[in-house]
């Protein structure tokens, strides 16, 4: 099977999130893209020192209730932008390639398929890039951003137990 990949542009926030109890961080990823951003990206930056961030099992052990792990990590995503956290970093304007893991659709409330203003959500490895070049044999390399990707994982919290 084909691996699926996403990529935008646009204001992307970065936080560091606490994934595995009681000291165990990375750094997440949110943004959004499609007709009206109505499709959500939450992804996590590579650091080689953290481990990956498993959205769909950090949901898992989150859920509570009737609320389904989709719209768990849509709320994480969208609830760092609208009230940010100390450590957060907003970047506007931003080219991104998301590796993606999985994907869900949203469970509004009273039968909406939308929550947050968003119908789905993608998770996955997310890269700034500055663009892809295809050598030739027809195969596409991403352009990294290296200054992007330096600014994010400096939001890692010093000793944080990777």
């Not at 609320?67 to 768990?72: D, I, L, R, V, Y």
């Not at 907003?90 to 929550?115: P, Q, T, Y």
């Amino acid at each position: 099977m084909a691996r699926r990949e996403l990529t935008g542009t646009g204001r992307v926030m970065l936080f560091p999130m606490l994934h595995m109890w009681p000291d165990t961080y990375g750094v997440a990823a949110y943004t959004s893209t499609g007709h009206f951003g109505t499709t959500a990206v939450v992804g996590y930056i590579p650091i080689p020192a953290a481990p990956d961030i498993h959205w769909w099992d950090v949901a898992a052990r989150h859920v509570v209730g009737s609320m389904s792990p989709a719209n768990w990590i849509l709320c994480t995503g969208w609830s760092s932008l609208t009230v940010a956290k100390p450590g957060s970093l907003l970047l506007e304007d931003v080219d991104w390639h998301l590796e993606v893991d999985n994907r869900g659709g949203a469970d509004g409330d009273k039968g909406s398929s939308f929550m947050y203003g968003h119908s789905e959500v993608y998770t996955g490895r997310l890269t700034f890039i500055t663009g892809t070049e295809t050598d030739e044999a027809g195969r596409k390399r991403l352009l990294v951003d290296e200054v992007l990707m330096k600014q994010a994982r400096e939001l890692l919290p010093v000793g944080a137990g990777v």
